[in-house]
T-cell receptor
Framework: GESVGLHLPTLSVQEGDNSIINCAYSNSASDYFIWYKQESGKGPQFIIDIRSNMDKRQGQRVTVLLNKTVKHLSLQIAATQPGDSAVYFCAEKESGYSTLTFGKGTMLLVSP | NAGVTQTPKFQVLKTGQSMTLQCAQDMNHEYMSWYRQDPGMGLRLIHYSVGAGITDQGEVPNGYNVSRSTTEDFPLRLLSAAPSQTSVYFC?????????FGPGTRLTVL
């Protein structure tokens, strides 16, 4: 696969299982968070975002949970499919700034 | 809309050569940025721009120059390529926080 996957934490699940990918962030001033999916050989693709005034946001088969107390973000994928296999990145943005800070990513492997 | 486009897709350089990676977007986004992605390092910000005529340094700017003469284009210049610049380069644009990425340029410096 893509060399970006080397040395990344890996989550292996069976097709149909629910997946939970976690991300810890460090900046307590961050007020906007995004999850990206990156397939082999492609650029990161936006999945879902959440602002700091929310604890939970749902999309199609995906849910993002935000715990500001412990600075933790999670991405839940329901009924995981082989097409969900990719590297997943969280990103944070501080209020008043335009730049994003990315986590190092988690590789999700889905077995049929 | 084509979104964010990048050229070339692949490039091999010799140490000391210079080149420009092209990035264009047709979404009228004010914010554009360049990242490099190395194994196990995630995405690291090289330079960014909040609008035409304005650029600023990111986390790893050394060895790279940028300019933003139009809203649409944000080229990244390597002045004298080094093997440490072997990486995958991504350009992104944004209107209000969420950044949209191009397909990337894989650069190898020998």
């Amino acid at each position: 696969g893509e060399s970006v996957g080397l040395h990344l934490p890996t989550l292996s699940v069976q097709e149909g299982d629910n997946s939970i990918i976690n991300c810890a962030y460090s900046n307590s001033a961050s007020d906007y968070f995004i999850w990206y999916k990156q397939e082999s050989g492609k650029g990161p693709q936006f999945i879902i975002d959440i602002r700091s005034n929310m604890d939970k946001r749902q999309g199609q088969r995906v849910t993002v949970l935000l715990n500001k107390t412990v600075k933790h973000l999670s991405l839940q994928i329901a009924a995981t499919q082989p097409g969900d296999s990719a590297v997943y990145f969280c990103a944070e943005k501080e209020s008043g700034y335009s730049t994003l800070t990315f986590g190092k990513g988690t590789m999700l492997l889905v077995s049929p | 809309n084509a979104g964010v486009t990048q050229t070339p897709k692949f490039q091999v350089l010799k140490t000391g050569q210079s080149m420009t990676l092209q990035c264009a977007q047709d979404m009228n986004h004010e914010y554009m940025s360049w990242y490099r992605q190395d194994p196990g390092m995630g995405l690291r910000l090289i330079h960014y721009s909040v609008g035409a005529g304005i650029t600023d340094q990111g986390e790893v700017p050394n060895g790279y120059n940028v300019s933003r003469s139009t809203t649409e284009d944000f080229p990244l210049r390597l002045l004298s390529a080094a093997p440490s610049q072997t990486s995958v380069y991504f350009c992104a644009s944004s209107l209000g926080g969420t950044q949209y990425f191009g397909p990337g340029t894989r650069l190898t410096v020998l």
